[in-house]
């Protein structure tokens, strides 16, 4: 009887076993959900699951994005330099063995890699070779002594792809604008904590005729002059910084236009010629231009194809930190679309309403 028990005891471990071997029934499914469930997760993350069997050896290259951050498991014990020699290469891998062409890249860098080349050659293989679409780059904080590994230095033209339509640019000082040479493929562009001189920034913008948003935070080196957005393409404008003498904003088709941490020079010229702004533009005199405001016309916005304006203006984590004194919204009530963008843009302010 103990044999019977004992044999019974091992078909049961059997069975156990094949029930193991059976529970991986993720790998069957086709590469369209497996990368589903790789886009919840880290590049670095997404990347060691080609460890995990040769079905997965190659899903994470057709991803549509990647997010490089520089600082990922640093450690105290080993210096920046030394960290950045030992993550640059890896980044530079993972971008060569990506297959196809990427939708968005973000990549959170040092400051030193702008100084040896590593930046430029990785904006390089992502705009030329991979052909991305929305490319991030931001300079994270760091113990950087020389400033030259602050200075926005890139070839020129380096923006000007075809493909490329949505740029954003973080933590530099531009001293020339002459990487956004005919930039007549950019829609989107975001320029945030830049240090530049003016006539500089109203190259880089004159640069991008065919964008539909603009999102500028600078901090002046020079702010004498007058501040240009003159383009009829724009929809959105947002503009924070401190202190400017003149500023010109002339844009057919804007139908969203916000002010942060703005001041105003005694004596400021402010054109605000924006036709679909009309009541805000008559009413830009009585308004303190010291607090945040934020207007927008949605009635204009369900003409066209594209709701780039109403997604930004609904996303409230692209007013993180901002404190808005008023929100103004142009909307006709009879059409049923346009109460429903209300409804969503209110939706989304909620807790900030509360404020005003």
């Keep these: 009887?103990?044999?019977?028990?004992?044999?019974?005891?091992?078909?049961?471990?059997?069975?156990?076993?094949?029930?193991?071997?059976?529970?991986?029934?993720?790998?069957?499914?086709?590469?369209?959900?497996?990368?589903?469930?790789?886009?919840?997760?880290?590049?670095?993350?997404?990347?060691?699951?080609?460890?995990?069997?040769?079905?997965w050896e190659g899903v994470w290259k057709k991803m549509p994005y990647l997010f490089f951050d520089t600082r990922k498991a640093l450690k105290v014990e080993v210096s920046q330099a030394e960290h950045s020699n030992f993550i640059a290469p890896l980044i530079t891998k993972v971008i060569n063995n990506h297959n196809g062409n990427l939708e968005h890249c973000k990549i959170q860098h040092f400051s030193n890699q702008s100084l040896d080349g590593t930046l430029e050659t990785w904006i390089r293989s992502l705009i030329y070779v991979k052909h991305t679409k929305c490319l991030a780059i931001e300079r994270v904080h760091d113990n950087i002594l020389s400033l030259k590994g602050l200075?926005?230095?890139?070839?020129?033209?380096?923006?000007?792809?075809?493909?490329?339509?949505?740029?954003?640019?973080?933590?530099?000082?531009?001293?020339?604008?002459?990487?956004f040479n005919n930039c007549k493929n950019l829609r989107i562009l975001k320029l945030y904590q830049i240090k530049v001189k003016l006539d500089v920034l109203n190259t880089v913008i004159a640069s991008c005729p065919s964008l539909k948003m603009l999102v500028l935070e600078v901090y002046w080196y020079s702010r004498r002059g007058c501040l240009k957005i003159h383009n009829n393409?724009?929809?959105?404008?947002?503009?924070?910084?401190?202190?400017?003498?003149n500023i010109e904003v002339s844009a057919a088709l804007l139908d969203i236009f916000s002010i942060h941490n703005f001041e105003l020079?005694?004596?400021?010229?402010?054109?605000?010629?924006?036709?679909?702004?009309?009541?805000?533009?008559?009413?830009?005199?009585?308004?303190?231009?010291?607090?945040?405001?934020?207007?927008?016309?949605?009635?204009?916005?369900?003409?066209?194809?594209?709701?780039?304006?109403?997604?930004?203006?609904?996303?409230?984590?692209?007013?993180?930190?901002?404190?808005?004194?008023?929100?103004?919204?142009?909307?006709?009530?009879?059409?049923?679309?346009?109460?429903?963008?209300?409804?969503?843009?209110?939706?989304?302010?909620?807790?900030?309403?509360?404020?005003?």
């Design 233 to 245: 393409n724009l929809k959105i404008v947002h503009l924070s910084f401190t202190e400017i003498d």
């Design 1 to 55: 009887m103990k044999k019977l028990h004992s044999s019974s005891s091992l078909e049961k471990k059997d069975s156990n076993r094949m029930q193991i071997k059976n529970v991986d029934r993720i790998s069957n499914l086709p590469d369209e959900v497996l990368l589903i469930i790789l886009k919840s997760m880290s590049t670095e993350k997404a990347v060691q699951t080609s460890l995990l069997s040769k079905r």
């Design 151 to 179: 200075v926005f230095l890139l070839p020129p033209n380096i923006f000007s792809h075809p493909t490329l339509t949505s740029l954003l640019v973080s933590r530099f000082i531009f001293d020339f604008a002459h990487a």
């Design 265 to 356: 020079a005694r004596g400021t010229k402010f054109v605000l010629d924006t036709p679909r702004l009309l009541q805000f533009s008559q009413r830009w005199g009585d308004v303190d231009q010291s607090v945040s405001h934020i207007v927008y016309n949605i009635s204009c916005d369900t003409q066209g194809n594209e709701n780039i304006g109403h997604e930004f203006v609904s996303n409230i984590e692209n007013y993180e930190n901002i404190e808005f004194a008023t929100l103004a919204v142009n909307v006709d009530m009879m059409n049923p679309k346009e109460v429903c963008m209300l409804k969503e843009v209110l939706d989304a302010w909620a807790r900030d309403l509360q404020k005003l």
